[in-house]
């Protein structure tokens, strides 16, 4: 976490807590996901480090990147793209989305499930 300078509280889950974050050395803005290990089964964290295994080696314009995991003493953080910009936000903003944009939507969906199924990735 000693790479990083945190900006602001993006969100909770049931797997953690995302942070907007810095690099210090790069300045690139990143999202952390910080997963507490307490509570988790020794098996939980096998499968966690797994899926960031695979998710280290995708590579498709709209599957978010990941950019590093590592492990503290009481965490497992992983280090990803920073989405500016999310549905959820953006149907808030604007109410409805017109036709065009619902097929870029769908469209930029289906071509990313088409990249995970091709790579035999489930999700």
Known sequence: M????????????SFGRVFKAKHKDTDA?????VIRKK???SKDLK??????????????P?????ID???????LVVVTEYAEK?????????????EEQVKKITWDLVSALYYLHSHRVLH
């Open 62 to 66: 709209n599957i978010i990147r990941m």
């Open 2 to 13: 000693n790479s990083y300078v945190i900006n602001s509280f993006v969100g909770e889950g």
């Open 86 to 98: 999310e549905l959820h936000g953006i149907l808030a903003k604007e109410g409805c989305l017109n």
């Open 39 to 41: 509570g988790r089964s």
């Open 69 to 75: 995991s590592f492990d503290t003493d009481t965490e």
């Open 29 to 33: 803005v990143v999202a952390l996901k």
């Open 47 to 60: 499968c966690l480090k797994q899926e960031c295994d695979i998710q280290r080696q995708l590579n498709h």
